[in-house]
T-cell receptor
């Protein structure tokens, strides 16, 4: 069974641009969560999607958005990039609602210059 | 004060030593996760606990719900165990996918 796939793995963008990151969950998994990891703040929750609906949102500005498609693949978008958005963005997929194990992708390392 | 606190932040050990990493949390939870992150970024889920104790190979995880405390033990540590170990909790309800993380413990095991 293929794991969680995130694309691209690395990305360099300029301040003010926008970026879209993709996450393909494990086949059969319907929940996708996104996290931001920075040296200063550690790992922080961005949002969770389940069956194409956003179920939870973390404390991030509206520039951060996401969506989930009918095949459970998810994208997150960051508009008007700031230097502080440079981070490792991780997604995790879970099979269902409830207490199930989270499987993480390798992450997308975004650098904003 | 963070909702999830780990100790120690850094840990250095010699190969073969028994290692303990601690995690305390201040919120009600439905499950606690122990994660491992190697250089390069990928995160691997080691355990998900809601009560008691779990063992996988040389790794043991315990949780005490009343005391809001969990420990991760590594027996007979090996240099390949060198990584960052992260404790994370979820509150359940409609928040199963929302994990709150500790700051991580950097473990270095010397041969």
């Amino acid at each position: 069974k293929a794991g969680v796939t995130q694309t691209p793995r690395y990305l360099i963008k300029t301040r003010g641009q926008q970026v879209t990151l993709s996450c393909s969950p494990i086949s059969g998994h319907r929940s996708v969560s996104w996290y931001q990891q920075t040296p200063g703040q550690g790992l922080q929750f961005l949002f969770e999607y389940f069956s194409e609906t956003q179920r939870n949102k973390g404390n991030f500005p509206g520039r951060f958005s996401g969506r989930q498609f009918s095949n459970s693949r998810s994208e997150m978008n960051v508009s008007t990039l700031e230097l502080g958005d440079s981070a490792l963005y991780l997604c995790a997929s879970r099979q269902d609602q409830g207490n199930t194990e989270a499987f993480f992708g390798q992450g997308t390392r975004l650098t904003v210059v | 004060k963070n909702e999830v606190e780990q100790s120690p932040q850094n840990l250095t050990a010699q190969e073969g030593e028994f290692i303990t990493i601690n995690c305390s949390y201040s919120v009600g939870i439905s499950a606690l996760h122990w994660l491992q992150q190697h250089p390069g970024g990928g995160i691997v889920s080691l355990f998900m606990l809601s009560s008691g104790k779990k063992k996988h190979g040389r790794l043991i995880a315990t949780i005490n719900i009343q005391e809001k405390h969990s420990s991760l033990h590594i027996t007979a540590s090996h240099p390949r165990d060198s990584a960052v170990y992260i404790c994370a909790v979820n509150a359940g309800g409609t928040s199963y996918g929302k994990l709150t993380f500790g700051q991580g413990t950097i473990l270095t095991v010397h041969p």
